[in-house]
């Protein structure tokens, strides 16, 4: 519609006036710097990393990131263990279905199918009012299908997730049958019958096990290192935020204190404090 607006010379000029807004508002946003930095958050949680020269390092590459794209982007960060073998299958499986690039990260969400009906955050905290709560909302399997729990900040302290004490140990519920939902979702996703799903999951545990992925909980190998922790840095163009993100309190209830949340994520605050 605007390519077609633009024989005007006034759609032009409000073009050229909404581009020249959104770089002054991109540009603020990167003279702030990374979010997890901002507000003069405090740096101690790091300090539990002390002496881990590898832990230190993939932290360094984190916030380096953050800095380079906080000016466009939000960002969250997803603290997982027990998930792991899910979001790698997803990610195989979009890669051979639908040409998605699974080499820089895992995808923790897979099915079209699961957000006909819960496309976007305000759906989702509707159901979440309306439907699943009033406590423990994001236990319910429907929002599990479409929604994961995230942190603010790498700097966190709370209320729920520390990302340097999560690191190693990763944050999750064991109150899920993981072995059952990858099977569903491989017959869902591909052609395999009830029966061929089981070998399917096996075969994905064994290459887990060669590649040193923990699937303890799925009756496979635990991680030779003893750590079972991931975290996944998940970056939100900041004209989406409020289309894909809101603010929440522990188990999915909504902070409304924070709402809209592309707007308390665009201050210069600290952001150890607060989920989504």
Excluded at 20 to 31: D, I, L, P, V, Y
Excluded at 53 to 72: D, I, M, N, P, V
Excluded at 195 to 219: K, Q
Aim: hydrophobic share 40%; charged share 25%.
């Amino acid at each position: 519609r605007l390519e077609k607006c633009c024989i005007a010379w006034g759609a032009v000029a409000n073009v050229s006036a909404m581009g020249s807004c959104a770089g002054q508002f991109e540009r603020e946003q990167t003279k702030l710097g990374p979010q997890s930095y901002r507000g003069n958050a405090d740096r101690r949680p790091m300090e539990r990393l002390n002496g881990d020269e590898h832990a230190l390092a993939l932290f360094e590459s984190l916030f380096q990131k953050e800095e380079k794209l906080c000016g466009r982007f939000a960002v969250f960060y997803h603290s997982y263990s027990h998930a792991a073998l899910l979001y790698e299958v997803r990610a195989a499986a979009a890669s051979l279905l639908h040409g998605f690039d699974a080499r820089p990260g895992p995808l923790p969400r897979l099915l079209e199918e699961d957000f006909r009906e819960t496309a976007t955050a305000a759906e989702l905290m509707q159901k979440v009012v309306e439907e699943w709560g009033p406590t423990k909302s994001d236990h319910n399997p429907d929002f599990r299908r479409v929604g994961i729990s995230t942190m603010c900040s790498l700097l966190a302290t709370g209320p729920e997730c520390c990302m340097q004490v999560a690191f190693f140990e990763g944050y999750s519920c064991k109150k899920i049958a993981f072995r059952a939902v990858l099977e569903e979702e491989l017959q869902r996703a591909s052609c395999a019958t009830s029966d061929e799903a089981p070998t399917l999951v096996d075969r994905a545990m064994e290459l887990a096990g060669r590649h040193g992925l923990d699937t303890s909980i799925l009756g496979g190998r635990p991680s030779p290192s003893g750590h079972a922790g991931h975290i996944l840095q998940i970056f939100v163009r900041r004209d989406l935020v409020d289309l894909l993100c809101y603010p929440a309190l522990p188990y999915g209830e909504i902070d409304k204190d924070r709402l809209p949340m592309s707007q308390w994520l665009a201050g210069d605050r600290s952001f150890s404090w607060g989920q989504a």
